[in-house]
Nanobody, 121 residues
Framework: QVQLVESGGGLVQAGGSLRLSCASS????????MGWYRQAPGKERELVAA???????YCADSVKGRFTISRDNAKNTLYLQMNSLKPEDTAMYYC???????????????WGQGTQVTVSS
């Protein structure tokens, strides 16, 4: 069973930056789709960004131009670089993966435990 472990969350002031990492216990070459979701208190979980094995990317409008998703297949790690953070970015951020890209943007097969990001104003 593949395990995904997120790290890099924390408390940051508005306008600051954080880089989230998601380390996989197995090779991520098998995951054509990987992504980051977030869930704020009282809100539904939403897709933030996704990336395919070939580099095709999706970014939600709310984070476009501020967040960048990337993956290092040799290191079995997914990243989310978050710049110009806003208080509304405060949420638990989850890593997700699927062998089929279209699944990761809808119903991922694998989830991490999450890492908390808090942006103060």
């Amino acid at each position: 069973q593949v395990q995904l472990v997120e790290s890099g969350g924390g408390l940051v002031q508005a306008g600051g930056s954080l880089r989230l990492s998601c380390a996989s216990s197995g090779s991520i070459f098998s995951f054509n789709g990987m992504g980051w979701y977030r869930q704020a208190p009282g809100k539904e979980r939403e897709l933030v960004a996704a990336i395919s094995l070939g580099g095709r990317q999706y970014c939600a409008d709310s984070v476009k131009g501020r967040f960048t998703i990337s993956r290092d297949n040799a290191k079995n790690t997914l990243y989310l670089q978050m710049n110009s953070l806003k208080p509304e970015d405060t949420a638990m951020y989850y890593c997700a993966a699927s062998r089929v890209y279209n699944k990761v943007v809808a119903t991922p097969d694998y989830w991490g435990q999450g890492t908390q990001v808090t942006v103060s104003s």
